[in-house]
T-cell receptor, first 107, second 114 residues
């Protein structure tokens, strides 16, 4: 069983929709990162969370340490948000990655 | 500021050969991480170097090795290549070793084993 689980695996949305991607982990962690990977492979780090909530533009990330759960929200989704979103839990000096959520936003 | 650079972009090898992948971190970053992304398997942690020392390695056989040079650039070596080593190999760098430091990723080296 993967220590980090993401859902859904695939997500298709209409432009403008509110999107939520979930990440659950089964062990204690120091921090959780959200990454964005565009076709071709390039990865961008979106957020690092150890508690609470962070916001950057249309992206919001939350984490509940007690429930071992994090969510990434995208408000007013746009086709340029189409990418794979990966959560990564930092534990014992390494990352444990979720399997990713492939998001497609249709105009 | 130049980002993390990896070379080569693509590498084609045959089974049993050795591959060397290179990574130059962002100026000032002392930590370099290597990850493997095989088709359908997601990202997996390979190696972490900081200040020239190997700090941690993931669950990979010893034929995956590397080093970090005094200028903080890094090399990943894969010996006795197997078909399942075909993957995108990503390097990332960060400032220091704190878990809350963002990692900056390179564009990767796509290794194909024939």
């Amino acid at each position: 069983k993967n220590e980090v689980e993401q859902s859904p695996q695939n997500l298709t949305a209409q432009e403008g929709e509110f999107i939520t991607i979930n990440c659950s982990y089964s062990v204690g962690i120091s921090a959780l990162h959200w990454l964005q990977q565009h076709p071709g492979g390039g990865i961008v780090s979106l957020f690092m969370l150890s508690s609470g909530k962070k916001k950057h533009g249309r992206l919001i990330a939350t984490i509940n340490i007690q429930e071992k759960h994090s969510s990434l929200h995208i408000t007013a989704s746009h086709p340029r948000d189409s990418a794979v979103y990966i959560c990564a839990a930092w534990r014992l000096y390494q990352f444990y990655f979720g399997t990713g959520t492939s998001l497609t936003v249709i105009p | 500021e130049a980002g993390v650079t990896q070379s080569p972009t693509h590498l084609i090898k045959t089974r049993g050969q050795q591959a060397t992948l290179r990574c130059s971190p962002i100026s000032g970053h002392t930590s370099v991480y290597w990850y493997q992304q095989a088709l359908g398997l997601g990202l997996q942690f390979l190696l972490w170097y900081d200040e020239g020392e190997e700090r941690n390695r993931g669950n990979f056989p010893p034929r995956f090795s590397g080093r970090q040079f005094p200028n903080y650039s890094s090399e990943l070596n894969v010996n006795a290549l197997e078909l399942e080593d075909s993957a995108l190999y990503l390097c990332a760098s960060s400032f220091g070793t704190d878990y809350d430091q963002p990692q900056h990723f390179g564009d990767g080296t796509r290794l194909s084993i024939l």
